[in-house]
């Protein structure tokens, strides 16, 4: 039996995009909770909504709003959201370690429609890895991606996961290393 007739496929949502997007920060997969709500960072454990409120000054409860309205926040911040793979599979719930079988979103070509994106984010180091893998296949066949990836910092962030890691035990821990995100907007204030 293959391993795709033993675990489903899981295809990701489109990206959210602002109207002009500053920063752009890519997740690996969406996992279990989103999927069956169709929503970026649905589970409420996961510290994703909590970072970016706090980031940006707003001292509102995330979970208070509706998915709408926390998707409507980002969006007036300029941050755009997507993930790095469109489709994979996973062995075993909602860890990015269980991914298999991944096919990439096309990032770059959206990199490049987006002109205004000057800052990548990774939500997780396999986000970085996934990226990393991914442009570089296709910068051998398409090398003028050079250029677009050339006017865009990347930054690894500590995975918005409530799981803890060495560096980062918990939501408090993280956030510093978040502070990038909102210092890459800050230019756009000015």
């Known amino acids: 039996m293959s391993e795709t007739n033993k675990h489903p496929i899981l295809y990701s949502f489109p990206p959210v995009i602002p109207d002009k997007p500053h920063v752009l920060i890519l997740g690996t997969m969406?996992?279990?909770?989103?999927?069956?709500l169709q929503q970026y960072y649905a589970f409420r454990r996961n510290h994703f909504w909590a970072i970016i409120y706090r980031l940006l000054g707003n001292c509102a409860d995330p979970w208070e709003k509706?998915?709408?309205e926390r998707i409507e926040f980002v969006k007036k911040q300029h941050i755009a959201l997507w993930d790095v793979y469109a489709a994979c599979i996973r062995k075993k719930g909602s860890l990015d370690q269980s991914i298999g079988q991944s096919v990439p979103n096309e990032i770059l070509p959206?990199?490049?429609a987006y002109p205004t994106i000057t800052a990548l984010f990774f939500n997780g180091s396999t986000a970085a890895k996934?990226?990393?893998?991914y442009a570089?296949?296709?910068l051998k066949s398409e090398p003028?991606?050079?250029e677009v990836l050339d006017r865009i910092s990347r930054v690894k962030l500590p995975s918005s996961s409530p799981i803890p890691t060495k560096k980062c035990r918990n939501i408090n821990e993280k956030f510093d290393y978040?502070?990038?995100v909102a210092k890459a907007l800050e230019i756009y204030k000015k």
């Open 30 to 36: 969406p996992g279990g909770e989103s999927l069956r």
């Open 144 to 146: 003028d991606y050079f």
């Open 66 to 68: 509706s998915y709408e």
């Open 110 to 112: 959206l990199l490049k």
């Open 130 to 133: 996934g990226f990393t893998t």
């Open 178 to 180: 978040w502070l990038p």
């Open 136 to 138: 570089e296949c296709l």
